[in-house]
């Protein structure tokens, strides 16, 4: 049975990274760094907290200012503090209880964390997106973290660059062997060449080139942090939300969210979510609790079920005004199943989220429409309902306080582009797209990743979805005119993709369902594969559609298929 190893502290957090904040020398058998030119120590977080002074003051003593070691010379987001607490408890043999866990990772949260604008460039990796990311700002940086790890780790960071170049020196003595090789942190950084004299006395290691451009472009203080700290305003979530979303393959949801505080718990919050999936019709009730960090972002566990086996992650991004919660919830082993969300306060009036089809073609006469909701008008007449140039809303089907039912016709010549939907006086802006035809379609992810399982680890599932495209005023594909149409219903298939003389991956890797979603193989060797090979491997994925009146199109992606994460030492469950 294959498992993971779990600390809990009461906010779920998981298995222990193999790191710790090691700043003697390395071991023998690696090369000795040279020693980092240590500075004057002129700028540093106190801290306040006389809890976390109490927790971690044993290995981290605090200076006349109450600047503690190592601690005060940081700032991370909620995962990555973490990562750090976890990494005392299993290495260090912190004497950390639950209560003082949680309180110490709220306070360095908080008090040492990221600015909005900081986060955001990263919020990839706190939701466990998982996308094709190069880190543009030095090539053999990225290089070099980005071989074991993901770079957001990295860019989640501010550091002195004292506190950089212990980093380094941790990452030397827990790993020695990322000094050898090609890709060493001596030897190659990744495919980078050393600075300096190339191979001379003065030339720089990788390791040092990475320390240098890391220490100039993230800084501990910074204009953002410093404004961010002044500026920010209590929590006041409580009241109701509304819900828009979408779900790869499984297409728009629309529903409702209260939030209320939990008591004894700093910025914590119960909810009670319900949300539909428009083609469905499904409808799904979950309770959940979450914590804001740092005055902005949301961590939250919500599950359907009262054993909680069914529970749904929640990573999300409060807005500067708090109005707006926009992010992602996900489930899954490898948090691969997800729902892109946006929460809007519900106001006093009238609010528009958005519509059950997101495109309209010229021409189409009595087509029904849906729009949701907060607060719209139970009655209402077809003039208060704009759809924008071109498109008349001829009836008023039905209404709800959280949805209205219309029909549209669209008129033949009616331009193709966007438009705002409005409802007696409220709008979203680009609520839908008119259009004539269907260019193409084009398959998301356009590279999938699966890893087989089922046996001894857990199977990766990789959710298609095909989605419609008009290729806008200049009529070509993939510029930035193009018009998305929406998710369309595929004829999905899978085609080998070559790379050798003799392929059968196809035969083996796993099955593609009617609906776009890709179950993979078991793991381990299979006997029944010439030289008893396992069940990775690559395939191409196809959609085909033909639109109605319209002349077929195809779209393709790549399948990787690929070995299960064997260890799992990432940070998954901050805000249990």
């Given at each position: 049975?294959?498992?993971?190893?779990?600390?809990i502290?009461?906010?779920?957090?998981?298995?222990?990274?193999?790191?710790i904040?090691?700043?003697?020398?390395?071991p023998?058998?690696?090369?000795t760094?040279?020693?980092?030119?240590?500075?004057?120590?002129?700028?540093?977080?106190?801290?306040?907290?006389?809890?976390?002074?109490?927790?971690?003051?044993a290995?981290?003593?605090?200076d006349?200012?109450?600047?503690?070691?190592?601690?005060?010379?940081?700032r991370?987001?909620?995962?990555?503090w973490?990562?750090?607490?976890?990494?005392?408890l299993?290495?260090?043999?912190?004497?950390?209880?639950?209560?003082q866990?949680?309180?110490?990772?709220?306070?360095?949260?908080?008090?040492h964390?990221?600015?909005?604008?900081?986060a955001?460039?990263?919020?990839?990796?706190?939701?466990r997106?998982?996308?094709?990311?190069?880190?543009?700002?030095d090539?053999q940086?990225?290089?070099?973290?980005?071989?074991?790890?993901?770079?957001?780790?990295?860019?989640?960071?501010?550091?002195t660059?004292?506190?950089?170049?212990?980093?380094i020196?941790?990452?030397?003595?827990v790993?020695?062997g990322?000094?050898?090789?090609?890709?060493?942190?001596?030897?190659?950084?990744?495919?980078g060449?050393?600075?300096?004299?190339?191979?001379?006395a003065n030339?720089?290691?990788?390791?040092?080139?990475?320390?240098?451009?890391?220490?100039?472009?993230?800084?501990?203080?910074?204009t953002?942090?410093?404004a961010?700290?002044?500026?920010?305003?209590?929590?006041?979530?409580?009241?109701r939300?509304?819900?828009?979303?979408?779900q790869?393959?499984?297409?728009?949801?629309?529903?409702?969210?209260?939030?209320?505080?939990?008591?004894?718990?700093?910025?914590?919050?119960?909810?009670?979510?319900?949300?539909?999936y428009?083609?469905?019709?499904r409808t799904?009730i979950?309770?959940g609790?979450?914590?804001v960090?740092?005055g902005?972002?949301?961590?939250?566990r919500?599950?359907e079920?009262?054993?909680?086996?069914?529970a749904?992650?929640?990573?999300?991004?409060?807005?500067?005004?708090?109005?707006?919660?926009?992010?992602?919830?996900?489930?899954?082993?490898?948090?691969?199943t997800?729902?892109?969300?946006?929460?809007?306060?519900?106001?006093?009036?009238?609010?528009?989220?958005?519509?059950?089809?997101?495109?309209?073609?010229?021409?189409?006469?009595?087509?029904?429409v849906?729009?949701?909701?907060?607060?719209?008008?139970?009655?209402?007449?077809p003039a208060d309902?704009?759809?924008g140039?071109?498109?008349?809303?001829?009836?008023?089907?039905?209404?709800?306080?959280t949805?209205?039912?219309?029909?549209?016709?669209?008129?033949?010549d009616?331009?193709?582009?966007?438009?705002?939907?409005?409802?007696?006086?409220?709008?979203?802006?680009?609520?839908?797209?008119?259009?004539?035809?269907?260019?193409?379609i084009?398959?998301?992810?356009?590279?999938?990743?699966?890893?087989?399982?089922?046996?001894?680890?857990?199977?990766?599932?990789?959710?298609?979805?095909?989605v419609?495209?008009?290729?806008?005023a200049?009529?070509?594909?993939?510029t930035?005119?193009?018009l998305?149409?929406?998710m369309?219903?595929?004829?999905?298939?899978?085609?080998?993709?070559?790379?050798t003389?003799?392929?059968?991956?196809?035969?083996?890797?796993?099955?593609?369902?009617?609906a776009g979603?890709f179950?993979?193989?078991?793991?381990?060797?299979n006997?029944e594969?010439?030289?008893n090979?396992?069940n990775?491997?690559?395939v191409?994925?196809?959609a085909?559609?033909?639109?109605?009146?319209?002349?077929?199109v195809?779209?393709?992606?790549h399948?990787?298929?690929?070995?299960?994460?064997y260890?799992?030492?990432s940070?998954?469950?901050?805000g249990?």
């Amino acid at each position: 049975m294959f498992t993971r190893t779990r600390i809990i502290f009461g906010l779920g957090l998981a298995a222990p990274a193999l790191a710790i904040a090691l700043v003697g020398a390395s071991p023998a058998s690696a090369p000795t760094p040279a020693a980092p030119v240590m500075q004057q120590v002129v700028e540093g977080i106190p801290v306040t907290s006389a809890e976390v002074r109490q927790a971690c003051g044993a290995c981290h003593p605090s200076d006349a200012e109450g600047r503690m070691s190592r601690i005060s010379y940081r700032r991370a987001t909620p995962e990555n503090w973490e990562l750090t607490v976890k990494r005392m408890l299993a290495l260090n043999d912190a004497p950390l209880t639950t209560e003082q866990a949680r309180v110490v990772l709220k306070y360095l949260s908080d008090h040492h964390g990221l600015a909005p604008d900081e986060a955001k460039p990263v919020m990839f990796d706190a939701e466990r997106r998982l996308i094709d990311f190069t880190y543009a700002g030095d090539t053999q940086t990225h290089n070099l973290c980005n071989q074991c790890h993901s770079m957001g780790r990295v860019l989640s960071e501010r550091r002195t660059p004292e506190e950089w170049t212990l980093l380094i020196a941790m990452h030397r003595g827990v790993y020695p062997g990322i000094d050898g090789g090609s890709g060493g942190f001596r030897r190659g950084g990744g495919g980078g060449a050393r600075g300096g004299d190339a191979g001379g006395a003065n030339a720089k290691m990788p390791m040092d080139l990475a320390t240098d451009h890391l220490s100039r472009a993230f800084p501990l203080m910074s204009t953002e942090w410093a404004a961010w700290s002044a500026a920010r305003a209590p929590m006041r979530l409580t009241g109701r939300w509304a819900l828009s979303g979408h779900q790869p393959g499984l297409g728009p949801v629309y529903g409702e969210v209260t939030i209320e505080p939990q008591p004894g718990v700093a910025d914590g919050f119960v909810t009670k979510t319900t949300f539909t999936y428009v083609t469905s019709g499904r409808t799904v009730i979950r309770s959940g609790r979450g914590i804001v960090y740092t005055g902005f972002q949301w961590r939250g566990r919500a599950t359907e079920s009262a054993d909680g086996a069914d529970a749904w992650r929640e990573v999300a991004t409060i807005s500067r005004d708090q109005n707006e919660i926009a992010g992602r919830w996900f489930t899954g082993f490898y948090a691969e199943t997800g729902l892109d969300v946006t929460l809007r306060r519900v106001p006093p009036g009238v609010l528009v989220t958005g519509t059950d089809v997101p495109s309209l073609k010229t021409g189409t006469i009595g087509q029904t429409v849906r729009l949701y909701g907060a607060n719209l008008p139970m009655k209402i007449a077809p003039a208060d309902v704009v759809l924008g140039a071109g498109v008349t809303v001829t009836r008023v089907v039905a209404s709800t306080p959280t949805m209205l039912t219309v029909t549209v016709d669209v008129a033949g010549d009616a331009r193709v582009g966007p438009r705002d939907v409005l409802v007696a006086g409220a709008m979203r802006p680009a609520a839908l797209v008119v259009y004539d035809t269907v260019d193409g379609i084009r398959i998301t992810p356009r590279a999938g990743l699966a890893r087989v399982g089922g046996i001894v680890h857990p199977k990766m599932f990789q959710q298609f979805e095909a989605v419609a495209y008009h290729h806008g005023a200049d009529g070509k594909a993939g510029t930035d005119d193009d018009l998305m149409l929406g998710m369309v219903d595929a004829t999905w298939s899978m085609e080998e993709y070559s790379a050798t003389f003799v392929e059968d991956d196809i035969k083996y890797v796993g099955e593609l369902s009617a609906a776009g979603l890709f179950t993979p193989n078991v793991d381990g060797t299979n006997p029944e594969r010439s030289g008893n090979r396992n069940n990775i491997g690559d395939v191409w994925v196809t959609a085909d559609y033909t639109p109605p009146g319209g002349v077929p199109v195809r779209g393709r992606a790549h399948l990787l298929v690929t070995a299960p994460i064997y260890m799992d030492w990432s940070s998954t469950e901050v805000g249990k």
